[in-house]
């Protein structure tokens, strides 16, 4: 009978080697071997059970534990890249085990399977990955906060339809782009608690014969929850879905806020200009200073949305509970979290290049008639019924458009004539400043409006930030750098 062999998971029942050809079909290690160290710390959970429920024995747990621990840190430090023939992270890692503490290696995958094992290490990787977005959407976020705090003042046309439509201030508007990438942080932070639910103990599909407790793979992995039922736990990939979403939706949050970095450092736009360590030029035109960071950012967004509907579609249709098909996951999942990466800390150090033009935004609240909204509430203000209002406003616009001047400087007699309550106290309402900073309703451009949201979204980054504090190393993985693996076995 021939024994089992170091680097093959199986053997028994067959009489040939796998296709070389498909062998390089099947294989991900090409892709997964990103999950070197997350297999290993789940791996270093999963012997330290098996010890504790006496599946391994003193000695064997001692070899198993401190080898795995020995790889992982050879693995950290630099002295051992996850790497050779094999077709996967999780058959390579067996491997270098078997090599290091020979026969014992061969007990660490009882009760274990892949199925259960590789969505460990994907949701322990997952984990790493939601917590460094977030890390960079927060510091994204300040760079427009603080920018916010500077011009509470300085007034801008707002745009509805990209037409120009009421005044509004820059903090305002930079405000909206960080309460957008707020939602995102929160989301991702409830992702982040979804992919905490632990599997390993599910095995392949239907658990096992022998007395494990996934519960304390659970507790030793750090995760927030146990499996209720194998064959879902095995088939479950809601959290990879999740993280593609919220990483998605980061990017189409900054595709639009770039969009407006492109419009608004034309000339057409002129509110903003880059500062050159965050433009680029043009081969043959000398004149030219491009926003390529934003229209990459803008394109970016394009490539997420593209990995999330391709691991929607992997994913649909799928019987239980593990497929191969499960394994395709990986790379459209690792693209859209590089993506959304890049493309936050990108985002932050183009944010911080934007040198905003106050006398250009000024110049374009001429023009537009953005008060004529203000006029009509003035006359609500003095009992017009609000369609009448409008309706009044409306030839007040027609007429200075036909004068070629502004509404506020129509004669009051002119203006009477097409709004009959109209009283010498309605320039103050045309004024685009005086309008904006009117608007005080609740989350309005106001300032001491603005103020409030500006304290209530720094109040958000600090929850964030205590929350990126708080989530910490599993267990095992402090037990392993403080060297208390077998503490208490
Ligand atoms: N490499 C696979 C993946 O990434 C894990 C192997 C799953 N098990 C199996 N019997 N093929 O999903």
């Given at each position: 009978m021939s024994e089992p062999q170091a680097g093959k998971l199986w053997g028994g029942r067959f009489g040939a080697e796998l296709d070389p050809a498909l062998h390089r079909f099947t294989a991900s290690f090409p892709f997964d071997r990103r999950l070197v160290r997350h297999d290993l710390v789940g791996s270093l959970a999963h012997a330290r059970m098996l010890a504790e429920v006496g599946l391994l024995d003193g000695q064997d747990a001692r070899a198993v534990l401190e080898g795995l621990a020995g790889i992982l840190r050879d693995v950290e430090e630099g002295r051992l890249a996850a790497d050779g023939p094999e077709e996967d992270v999780h058959t390579w890692i067996e491997r270098v085990l078997h090599e290091r503490i020979g026969e014992a290696a061969g007990r660490l995958h009882t009760a274990r399977s892949r199925n259960d094992q590789v969505s460990t290490a994907l949701r322990l990787c997952v984990r790493g990955c939601l917590r460094e977005l977030v890390e960079g959407v927060v510091a994204l976020q300040e760079v427009w906060v603080e920018q916010a705090a500077d011009h509470l003042?300085?007034?801008?046309?707002?745009?509805?339809?990209?037409?120009?439509?009421?005044?509004?201030?820059?903090?305002?508007?930079?405000?909206?782009?960080?309460?957008?990438?707020?939602?995102?942080?929160?989301?991702?932070?409830?992702?982040?608690?979804?992919?905490?639910?632990?599997?390993?103990?599910?095995?392949?599909?239907?658990?096992?014969?022998?007395?494990?407790?996934?519960?304390?793979?659970?507790?030793?992995?750090?995760?927030?929850?146990?499996?209720?039922?194998?064959?879902?736990?095995?088939?479950?990939?809601?959290?990879?879905?999740?993280?593609?979403?919220?990483?998605?939706?980061?990017?189409?949050?900054?595709?639009?806020?770039?969009?407006?970095?492109?419009?608004?450092?034309?000339?057409?736009?002129?509110?903003?200009?880059?500062?050159?360590?965050?433009?680029?030029?043009?081969?043959?035109?000398?004149?030219?200073?491009?926003?390529?960071?934003?229209?990459?950012?803008?394109?970016?967004?394009?490539?997420?949305?593209?990995?999330?509907?391709?691991?929607?579609?992997?994913?649909?249709?799928?019987?239980?509970?593990?497929?191969?098909?499960?394994?395709?996951?990986?790379?459209?999942?690792?693209?859209?979290?590089?993506?959304?990466?890049?493309?936050?800390?990108?985002?932050?150090?183009?944010?911080?290049?934007?040198?905003?033009?106050?006398?250009?935004?000024?110049?374009?609240?001429?023009?537009g008639y953005l008060t004529a909204t203000d006029l009509a509430e003035y006359l609500v203000r003095r009992g017009v019924p609000f369609r009448t209002a409008h309706h009044q406003a409306g030839r007040a616009v027609r007429e200075a458009e036909s004068r070629g001047c502004e509404l506020w400087e129509l004669p009051?007699?002119?203006?009477?004539?097409?709004?009959?309550?109209?009283?010498?106290?309605?320039?103050?309402?045309?004024?685009?400043?005086?309008?904006?900073?009117?608007?005080?309703?609740?989350?309005?451009?106001?300032?001491?409006?603005?103020?409030?949201?500006?304290?209530?979204?720094?109040?958000?980054?600090?929850?964030?930030?205590?929350?990126l504090q708080a989530a910490s190393q599993p267990p095992i993985y402090t037990a392993y750098r403080e060297g208390r693996l077998l503490e208490g076995l």
């Open positions: 003042q300085t007034w801008m046309p707002g745009y509805t339809h990209l037409q120009r439509a009421q005044p509004v201030s820059l903090a305002h508007h930079l405000l909206a782009h960080a309460w957008a990438l707020n939602a995102d942080a929160r989301r991702l932070q409830q992702v982040y608690h979804h992919a905490g639910l632990s599997v390993l103990g599910a095995g392949a599909l239907a658990g096992s014969s022998l007395p494990i407790r996934p519960d304390r793979t659970a507790y030793w992995l750090g995760f927030t929850a146990l499996f209720p039922n194998s064959l879902y736990a095995v088939s479950d990939r809601d959290y990879v879905l999740e993280t593609a979403f919220g990483a998605a939706m980061v990017l189409v949050h900054l595709s639009r806020w770039a969009e407006e970095v492109v419009l608004w450092t034309s000339a057409e736009f002129g509110f903003a200009e880059l500062a050159d360590s965050v433009a680029k030029g043009s081969s043959l035109m000398p004149q030219k200073k491009n926003p390529e960071v934003a229209e990459l950012i803008r394109a970016k967004a394009g490539r997420g949305l593209a990995a999330l509907a391709g691991l929607l579609a992997v994913l649909k249709g799928l019987p239980l509970s593990y497929n191969s098909d499960l394994q395709e996951d990986k790379e459209m999942l690792f693209d859209v979290l590089d993506t959304a990466a890049g493309c936050v800390d990108a985002a932050r150090c183009l944010a911080g290049g934007v040198r905003y033009r106050p006398d250009r935004m000024r110049q374009a609240l001429q023009g009051l007699e002119v203006l009477r004539s097409c709004c009959p309550q109209a009283d010498s106290d309605v320039y103050g309402a045309l004024q685009p400043e005086g309008a904006g900073a009117a608007r005080r309703s609740w989350g309005g451009p106001a300032p001491e409006r603005v103020a409030e949201q500006l304290e209530a979204i720094r109040r958000e980054l600090e929850t964030t930030r205590a929350w």
